[in-house]
């Protein structure tokens, strides 16, 4: 349930915006629960939103092809 309000949000909000250019996990999420930040983005390929699982357990998180930067609160975005 937790998941799937974050990608609501996440699709909520690129809807009315008309995008995004980063998403942007903090604390518990963004140091301690690469299974939850994969799941998040997992699907979301479709709005350019791709993760790489090996980079996703060092906190890199996207793929070099993805159009939205996903990053966590301590790194700058590649």
């Known amino acids: ?13 690129m809807v009315q915006i ?5 998403i942007l996990f903090t604390r518990g999420i963004r140091e301690y629960s690469a299974s939850i930040r994969f799941s998040v983005c997992k699907g979301l390929n479709r709005l ?3 993760v790489d699982e ?3 357990a060092t906190l890199q998180i996207a793929t070099s092809s ?4 996903v990053i966590d609160s301590f ?4």
Request: charged share 20%; net charge positive.
């Open 1 to 13: 349930m937790f998941v799937q309000r974050i990608r609501a949000f996440i699709g909520s909000y």
């Open 18 to 22: 008309g995008g995004v250019d980063a």
């Open 48 to 50: 350019g939103i791709n």
């Open 54 to 56: 090996d980079k996703n």
């Open 66 to 69: 993805s159009g939205v930067c």
């Open 75 to 78: 790194n700058k975005p590649a």
